[in-house]
């Protein structure tokens, strides 16, 4: 299946490896390659910058979605051409899970987690059916697998459910495994749980 947008979500710091940065570079570059249109939080800082810059430097279309409170000056991106404007967190995320065909995970703190979840409850909801490919560059996400996994041997994360969230170690295997994504929920859950 074809993607035309991916919603990225990670930090608005550097982080301590110049890895971090390194890689939401190529895979800005990447997304322009693809003509992906990449959504991310509108930052002029830390790996949300590194990556749509190095998108738009390829040519490629970025997207910013940021809260209102958030000062023009120091975290909001004035380069950015198509800046959009909404009125919370809770908001900005319903945009990139509305707006956007997949969704990317690379190194990030709080806000990255909270973006994370919140779109892998909704999949587990059956409130979407796209891909989440999580980017574990230099092992950055190990203790976040160990925790999924800890959910699922006991009994807090069924199997189906389990399989929502993709984990690789590399830019290009983010691309193959949306080419070959196959969405695991069960629909016999599913109708259990909703008014259908």
């Not at 490896?17 to 249109?37: D, L, M, N, S, W």
């Not at 990556?51 to 975290?75: C, K, L, M, W, Y």
């Not at 051409?81 to 709080?110: H, N, T, W």
Request: a negative charge; proline letters at 3%.
């Amino acid at each position: 299946m074809k993607y035309e947008s991916i919603a990225l979500f990670c930090g608005s710091s550097e982080g301590k490896e110049p890895i971090y940065v390194q890689t939401a570079q190529e895979f800005g570059r990447v997304c322009a390659q693809k003509g992906i249109t990449l959504y991310y939080g509108g930052a002029a800082l830390g790996l949300m910058k590194a990556a749509a810059d190095a998108s738009r430097e390829a040519g490629g279309r970025v997207v910013g979605i940021t809260p209102h409170f958030f000062s023009n000056q120091s975290v909001v991106d004035q380069t950015v051409q198509d800046m959009r404007v909404v009125k919370s967190m809770s908001e900005r995320k319903q945009e990139f899970e509305k707006l956007a065909d997949a969704f990317v995970i690379l190194p990030g703190g709080y806000g990255t987690l909270d973006e994370l979840f919140e779109v892998l409850t909704d999949a587990q909801l059956g409130l979407h059916h796209k891909p989440i490919v999580v980017l574990n560059i230099g092992g950055y996400y190990n203790h976040l697998i160990q925790l999924l996994n800890h959910f699922n041997q006991e009994g807090f994360l069924r199997d189906f459910h389990h399989q929502l969230v993709t984990f690789v170690d590399h830019v290009d295997e983010i691309f193959t495994q949306l080419e070959q994504y196959q969405n695991s929920n069960d629909p016999h859950w599913l109708k259990k749980i909703k008014n259908e």
